[in-house]
């Protein structure tokens, strides 16, 4: 089946912060779209029960009071959780623009809370049928100039999707989703990969990615741009596996 005629699934968090291993959720959503059916939109707000620092409100606008309103988090992830594995298990593809990180806090969230993670909610060797918008477009558009070019709004500009509101997990979801069906009908190559073939080519991509990155920051970078001899960046995708001190 090809990517569009099947009910595709987008996934993004909002958070207390960058680093997937110690920041909490405090918001998500879910995108379905396609496969004959209408489009479905979930969201939940999360109580993280940290703090959310100021430069994280600046990105989503998700204060501390408001938080306080939210769904407790074991009830929230738990359901989140659900819904993602359902889904994976009914075949649809779940999207997630940096994939690595949402699936990588969702887990430590899961986690932290002593909830089952979503591998042991899935069926016995399923290989879920996982995109990541980020990791293929560096495959398949390798020599896209300026700094920060990569992120999502210039990647949705460079494929043609427009949004007019951003950093709400819902909007950046649907951002996700609409370039990934950009996407597999710009490079249609990318139907000819089951789900398995299409898992284990983003994993060799996105480690040969960081393993690049990891080589500029220790041989090119100056110091202002966090370059350092021993700098390094893990390229274990989907999930980013607890880290050691100094690791990205």
């Keep these: ?19 997937p291993a110690e920041d909490r959720i405090v918001t ?3 995108i379905a779209r396609g496969g004959g059916l209408p489009d479905r939109a979930m969201s939940w707000l999360i109580n993280p029960g940290i703090p959310i620092p100021a430069e994280a409100t600046e990105v989503h606008g998700i204060d501390d009071a408001t938080a306080a309103t939210g769904a407790a988090p074991a009830e929230a992830l738990d359901d989140i959780a659900d819904h993602l594995a359902r889904a994976l298990a009914y075949g649809m593809p779940l999207i997630a623009f940096n994939l690595s990180f949402d699936w990588t806090i969702l887990s ?7 909830l089952s993670p979503i591998a042991d909610r899935l ?3 399923l290989v879920p049928g996982l995109v990541d918008p980020h990791v293929i477009d560096k495959q398949v558009d390798r020599y896209v100039k ?3 070019m990569r992120k999502l709004k210039p990647t949705a500009e460079r494929y043609g999707v427009e949004l007019t509101d951003w950093h ?8 996700a989703l609409l370039i990934a069906e950009a996407q597999f009908e710009k490079y249609p190559h990318l139907n000819d990969l089951d789900p398995a073939q299409l898992f284990a080519a983003q994993r060799a991509w996105r480690a040969e990615q960081q393993a690049g990155l990891q080589e500029w920051f220790r ?24 880290q050691q001190d100094g690791d990205l």
């Design 1 to 19: 089946m090809k990517f569009a005629d099947a009910r595709r699934l987008a996934f993004d968090t909002e958070t207390t912060g960058p680093n």
């Design 28 to 30: 998500a959503a879910l």
């Design 108 to 114: 430590r969230d899961l986690e932290r809370h002593g």
């Design 123 to 125: 069926p016995a060797g």
């Design 146 to 148: 300026g700094s920060g």
């Design 168 to 175: 709400t997990a819902e909007a950046d979801a649907l951002a």
């Design 219 to 242: 041989t090119k970078a100056t110091p202002e741009q966090g370059g350092d001899p021993q700098k390094v960046i893990r390229g274990e995708w989907p999930l980013i596996p607890h």
